[in-house]
């Protein structure tokens, strides 16, 4: 399986953005997929996951602002991302669990044995 993200850019406080993220050979039933991100100096941290089963958690930082969701013709996961502010400027990264996972460990980057490259996201 491989994870290529896209649509990072710059914006202004206020903006919105979607990212998505293509899965390539992707065959797995049972699976979580997660959007991590990682700020200059700072630890990856979870942003928002999409299990198997349509459940969906978000960060407290990104709730009501971010939305997860997947189109499985595509084999694409989305991130869509409103009311940006400064602090969301990242790296953000698709990850993919394999297997599943509990809750409580959908935002553990160790959980993940998938991830793409990353795209860059700016606000300011």
């Known amino acids: 399986v491989q994870l290529v993200e896209s649509g990072g850019g710059s914006v202004q406080t206020g903006g919105s953005l979607t990212l998505s993220c293509v899965a390539s050979?992707?065959?797995?039933?049972?699976?979580?997929l997660g959007w991590f991100r990682q700020a200059p100096g700072k630890e990856r941290e979870g942003v928002a996951a999409?299990?198997?089963?349509?459940?969906?958690s978000y960060a407290v930082s990104v709730k009501g602002r971010f939305t997860i969701s997947k189109d499985d013709d595509k084999n694409t996961v989305y991130l869509q991302m409103n009311s940006l502010k400064p602090e969301d400027t990242a790296i953000y990264y698709c990850?993919?669990?394999?297997?599943?996972?509990?809750?409580?460990?959908?935002?553990?980057?160790?959980?993940?044995?998938?991830w793409g490259r990353g795209t860059q996201v700016t606000v300011s």
């Open positions: 050979g992707f065959r797995e039933r049972h699976y979580c």
């Open positions: 999409l299990d198997s089963d349509g459940g969906r």
């Open positions: 990850a993919l669990a394999a297997s599943p996972i509990r809750v409580s460990d959908e935002f553990r980057p160790s959980a993940y044995n998938v």
